[in-house]
């Protein structure tokens, strides 16, 4: 989970940007894109943890960077259509939902 509140936010709008098909985004182009959807700027060291935070648990996002033009890179996700807010629960979750809902069933 993020430490920082900003985090998860910044998480969605990278999201947003790994998602889109129509356009492709280098990592200036997502420094920018964030800064301007947040509101204030972002420095380029701070998206570069924020994409290796979402390569790991528990997103494990399929960020590819494709590389074109020399050393530049293109970002986006292997699979088009993953979202790291359209995955599915694990079978440990829905048991964890499931037992919540029995003890909220007997308060009714």
């Known amino acids: 989970m993020p430490v920082n ?21 280098n990592i200036d182009d997502l420094v920018d894109f964030v800064s301007e959807k947040l509101g204030y700027n972002i420095s380029l060291r701070q998206i570069r943890e924020d994409i290796a935070n979402l390569r ?14 020399g050393k530049k890179c293109y970002y986006h ?12 629960l694990t079978t440990e979750e829905v048991a964890n939902l499931r037992s919540t809902i029995d003890m909220l069933s007997r308060y009714r």
């Open 56 to 69: 790991l648990s528990p997103y494990h996002a399929p960020i590819r960077a494709q590389q074109y033009d």
């Open 5 to 25: 509140k900003n985090a998860y936010l910044r998480y969605q709008i990278l999201d947003q940007c790994f998602s889109n098909k129509h356009r492709r985004f």
């Open 77 to 88: 996700y292997s699979d088009p259509d993953y979202s790291i807010f359209n995955n599915e």
